[in-house]
């Protein structure tokens, strides 16, 4: 339906469903080679399982796509900064760059942080989440792109 009314590109946010989401991957890329570019692959509420789980969803991607595909690079994790009435919840940038480190053995290239208002509430400085990304990663590979 996207591909039908103009757009190039889209991305899944999947939770679970590993199954699902890549033969919907296998079905959209039969029918619109390159429509979808990533999976935003939830690792906090709902999909915070995901967590010790990326690798599998890297190896979904790969057998779906095939062998020359960068599937690692397809896969964005995504955490959640602190949140919650007292801003307990979640992870702060510290926790955040070592998962992103340990990702990154695995080929990750990119992730984000859900979710921004929370960032305002709790008084967090985005920056330092995207630096934790960026740091967790390029730790292993020196590729740093360092965006806000």
């Not at 690792?43 to 789980?53: H, P, Q, R």
């Not at 960032?119 to 740093?144: R, T, W």
């Amino acid at each position: 339906m996207l591909a039908s009314i103009g757009y190039k590109q889209i991305t899944f946010c999947p939770y679970f469903g590993k199954e699902f989401w890549n033969n919907c991957l296998t079905a959209l890329n039969q029918s619109n080679p390159g429509l979808v570019t990533g999976y935003n692959l939830q690792c906090y509420s709902g999909g915070s399982g995901n967590i010790e789980y990326v690798s599998a969803w890297i190896q979904g991607v790969q057998g779906v796509m095939g062998p020359e595909f960068d599937a690692a690079a397809f896969i964005n994790p995504g955490l959640w900064c602190l949140n919650g009435s007292e801003c307990s919840d979640g992870m702060d940038p510290a926790t955040i760059q070592g998962y992103f480190h340990n990702w990154a053995k695995d080929g990750v290239t990119g992730g984000f942080i859900w979710l921004y208002d929370d960032l305002v509430k709790c008084g967090n400085d985005p920056s330092d989440y995207a630096g934790a990304i960026n740091n967790g990663i390029g730790e292993l590979s020196g590729n740093l792109n360092y965006r806000t």
